[in-house]
Each structure stands twice: as structure tokens, then as C-alpha cells.
């Protein structure tokens, strides 16, 4: 059966500036990466696992508790007001962000909650013995284990869509996989490990013709491109914040209305109720039903400046910046002798996974560190990948707008002496 997506009014996005930024001065905003780090100046490679925040996300939290700091939707006196529409002020930020509306769009504290929350609120009502889920083998454990859980609490049964030898989704085989009893398709935008970034509109056109749901893991596209959730034709989509220069613990699950509407509450507590009585609760609307308890008021806030920051360099230009970085991180670690790099997709993130021959990737992590050189090492939560690529870990660099091409020169120096220490 074909789902219609009646149309609804959403908030326009400003419009990007015409011009790029000068990176060099956006760089300074970012007071972390004056630092210097075993006598070095840190060279920070590892926005893929946290993004770094610019001065103005800081000052807003910092401004929320010195001035305006109570709780929401809780008071009638003038701080509870301020918090309540600084809280709710986020909320249309990120839905313009998103192209989707304020109401669609659930608070949480982050990809993995939003997940969960699709997971047991979604699909453990719906889901039963002869239901399949269909997963691809590039996935976060955060967009693994919740499907785990349901499809053992209901007899489901995973289904694994499997990758090309570039690192991209074999699509024919996936779409052999969605058979008549598969009810939900989860996956990533983009690769936390290869950098893939999927063909999401594609997959969820072809998804949405069989009547398939579709779950869409958006952690590591937010910060990087310009999202347009609306026409992804996707049924929920979740991002995180801390990857988007936000402060940690804040995050959002965007679901079509109908499907919100549907979900029972997936935690119990404040403000998500209308009434309670011993003989039984009614529950707020959407998307308040899902946001029990004291929410991180002052991490949104911070979250709604790092929207306005992004939206003010323009994610085009952002992409466009990140493209550069990428292009000459890949050629310059292609003549380092003995260095594999994992993920060949044409359309990549700002994402480098790599080993080197006869030297394992926490020892080359370590020894980059004395060098002053930040970058991730290990399985990257996603160890059905790493057994796929036949290695027990990989080292990853991933660069956002604020690196330069300064740095990477001095990453892959540092990297070449590395080397000869383990040689």
C-alpha cells in the first residue's frame, strides 16, 4: 500500500548567505581549538564523534543560567515564562533547520533516546511473529540493539541489507530484501565510519510504495549538509546535537504527525499528561506526550544558537568547505606508503577511516595524541562493520569547517613520523 503525506504548512529556513564565510576568521569563535595539547597546538580530527562549539552556543548557555533560569511550562512568574520560550524558541529553530514543523518535532537528548523511543513506542505495539525489520550492515549499535530488543520481544525477525566493496549500499539487494512482511527499514544517512552518505529519498520512495516505515538515523548528516526532511520522505528522522556545534545531551526525533499521534508514551512522569487521576491518566498531545520530566532547558538553548551560528555560515557553504578538506586529506594520506583507507563511495562526508600496515590503530592514535593530532580509534560503535572489513578497528579522521588545510598538511606529517616510530 502507497502512504499519502498530506501536505502541512512548514517553517522556511533564512536563506543561506551568498557569499562563503572567511573560515580563518570563523575559526576563532571556537575557543577549544586555541588549546595546545602535550606542547602542541591541538589539531582536532574527531568532529564524527563530538562537534566543537563556538563561542556564541557557550555564551547562551552561560547567559540562561545567570539570567533567565527556571523551568518550563511550569510557572507563571517571568523566568518561567523567558525559560518556556527560550525552550520552545529551539523548537522552531530546529524545525526550520529541519524544513518540518515545530509540532512534528519531539526534544530529547539525543539520536540513541530518539531511536528508543521510535523502537518501544512505535514498534513494540505494532510489530509481531512473521514481521521482519530490515537493517543495513553500516549502522551505529544505537540504530542496532533497540531492533534487537523489539524483534525479540515480538518474534520479529532482522534482515541485513550488506555493502558493496566501495562501502555503498548494495541497492539492488536491498530492495530484494523488502518483501511483503518487512515493516520497518532502519538506517543511516550517513556512515560515522566510511562516510557513505546514502541515497536516503531514493530508498524511502521505494520503501513507501511497499508500505514499509522508515527510520532514519540523521547524526552525522545534520552537521554537515542541508537537511530538507520534508522531501526525504522518510516516517521519522533523528539528529543529535552535540554533533552539530550544540551542547551535549540534546536532540530531536522528527516523526510524521499520524505516526506521533498513534505512539503511546514511551517514559512516565511531569508534563506529559493532562490530567492524572488513580483511576487512570489522559496524556498531552504530541510531541509533549514524549517529553516527560525537567527537560535540558539550557542545552537546547544552546542548541538554538548553534542552529542560528550554522544557518549563518549557510550548510552549503559548510558542505562545500568540508568537500575541500576531504578531497585533500584523501590525496595527501594516499601517498603515505602502507596506509589503507576504508570507504571509496563518490558521495562521501568529511570522514577518513584508515589503517596502517603493521601498526594497530589505538598505538597510531596514541602517538598522533604527542603530536598534538585528536583523532577517533577503535570499532566506532559499529562492530557488524568492522567484522565486514575484516579488522578489529580503525582509526578515523573527520574534519568540519572550522580544520584547515594547514592542519591536514600537519596531520599527515605527524602521521608519517608515527609511522616510522612503529616501524
Known sequence: MTRNHPHVSRPMPSPAPAAAPDWAAVRTDFPLLTREVNGKPL????????GQKPASVIEAVDDFYRRHNANVSRAVHVLGTEATD???????KLAAFLNVRADELVLCSGTTFALNLVAYSWALPQLKAGDAIVLTRMEHHANIVPWQIVAQRTGATIKVAELTDSGELDLDALYALLTPEVRVLAMTHVSNVLGTVNPVREIC???????IVTVIDGS?????RTLDVASIGCDFYAITGHKMAGPTGTGVLWARRDLLASMPPFLGGGEMIKEVRFDGTVYNDAPHRFEAGTPNIAGFVGLGAAVDYLGGLGM???EAREKELLEHATEALSQVEGLRIFGAAPEKAAVVSFLVEGAHAHDLATLLDLE???IRSGQHCAHPLMQ???VAATCRASFAFYNTHE???AFVAALRKVRMLLA
Open 388 to 390: 565486514k572489513l575484516g
Open 220 to 224: 552525522q548528516a545534520a552537521p554537515h
Open 205 to 211: 520512495r521505494e520503501a513507501r510504495k511497499r508500505g
Open 407 to 409: 592542519e591536514v598538511d
Open 372 to 374: 598534538g593530532v585528536a
Open 316 to 318: 552549503d557553504h559548510v
Open 86 to 92: 527560550a525552550y520552545e524558541g529551539a523548537r522552531r
Open 43 to 50: 589539531i582536532y580530527l574527531d568532529s564524527a564523534n563530538t
